[in-house]
């Protein structure tokens, strides 16, 4: 089986931004309210940090669920492992997730500002100063056969689409203007030159958009 | 994580039929095309039978790529292991799907006319003469920790669900009607006093039915 490159559950606006302006340590997506892109995931049965038990099992749980099947790695950009521009001043910041990150792969975090690779429960943080196309060869090889994640945030995802490097996405676009931030696009139809496009409007306004490639 | 007994991807048509009147080896689900009933999952990239490159990766590729995961075994009625009715005359008879069935774990026949066990590259089927509750428990065990599948046909899962053994659920209802044959339900709507029901519409005209335990 060939290894695909996916973006998986990556939340939008509908005017198109995938974070708000001014990200800082307390707002992770700058001024835009994260509850009005996460509600959809956080109500699933499958939600990596649902603490409460109940959850749904509908259609939003098979998404989910399938964030993390088949998966082997993940290559972020900086922006989604901290808040932080420029040199490191200190390597104290170990990303936003805490002791057990959600991801349990390796995961490649592209920076201009190297530092030792972190250990943190199942999850490897490794910081590359390189490509995108070096970065999924390096990511290729420790998926050990598996997919790779291009996780984001959205100058990251934009890298990859423009150097053609990404064989499926899914995006949970939302019900809410953003007007500013880092924006993936104008329209998702910017896309269908290159790939297929299948939109899924849900009751609570999200519509799911899946993308695989011609 | 508690196992759980789950029903996934079982077609049933538009007046609540899952097949035919009249199996036979020719005909298994009897005077029913099956074409109308697996068309959808057919077109998908994870089809297990697909033969030709291409398929969709859009929602219904997650439904049907996550009939295997997560699962350590399947319990069936004897009319979806063939089309015999009473003794075994021989145990020629290996099943409907050739030497490499499509389960992969352990499969349980529940039949009045147990046979010695088959394994068929990775799939072993074991007979048993017993209740629905002792084929679970069997189960269970050959499971390791995994879910199990009710995979049908119509009376199996009629007994699970009479017996209240079933947690999740999920249908495909194909805008066919079929007059006769075996009957799941008059109307869906029967079950909703123990369950969740979620139904999505597709534009194909399947519409998918999830359902789980409230």
Tied chains: 1, 2.
Excluded at 108 to 135: C, M, Q, W
Aim: hydrophobic share 35%; net charge negative; no cysteine.
């Amino acid at each position: 089986m060939t290894q695909s490159v996916r973006v998986q559950n990556f939340m939008v606006s509908a005017d198109g931004y995938g974070s708000g302006e001014g990200q800082s340590f307390e707002r992770p997506f700058g001024h835009a309210d994260p509850s009005a892109f996460f509600s959809w995931a956080g109500a699933t049965a499958h939600w990596p940090t649902r603490t409460e038990p109940g959850g749904t099992y509908g259609l939003d749980d098979y998404i989910t669920r399938d964030y993390r099947h088949n998966i082997g790695a993940e290559i972020m950009g900086r922006n989604k492992f901290g808040p932080h521009r420029g040199p490191w001043e200190n390597y104290d910041w170990q990303g936003w997730w805490g002791d057990e990150p959600p991801f349990r792969t390796p995961v490649f975090v592209l920076t201009h500002y190297e530092r030792p690779s972190i250990t943190l429960g199942e999850t490897t943080f490794h910081f590359l100063n390189v490509t995108p196309k070096d970065a999924l060869a390096r990511a290729f090889e420790a998926a050990e056969g598996k997919d790779v994640r291009i996780g984001g945030g959205v100058a990251t995802i934009r890298e990859f689409l423009d150097a053609d490097l990404i064989d499926r996405m899914h995006f949970a676009v939302a019900p809410v203007e953003l007007g500013r931030g880092e924006r993936l696009w104008t329209s998702p139809d910017e896309l269908v030159d290159r790939f297929h496009l299948e939109r899924v409007p849900r009751p609570s306004g999200i519509v799911h958009h899946f993308f695989w490639r011609k």
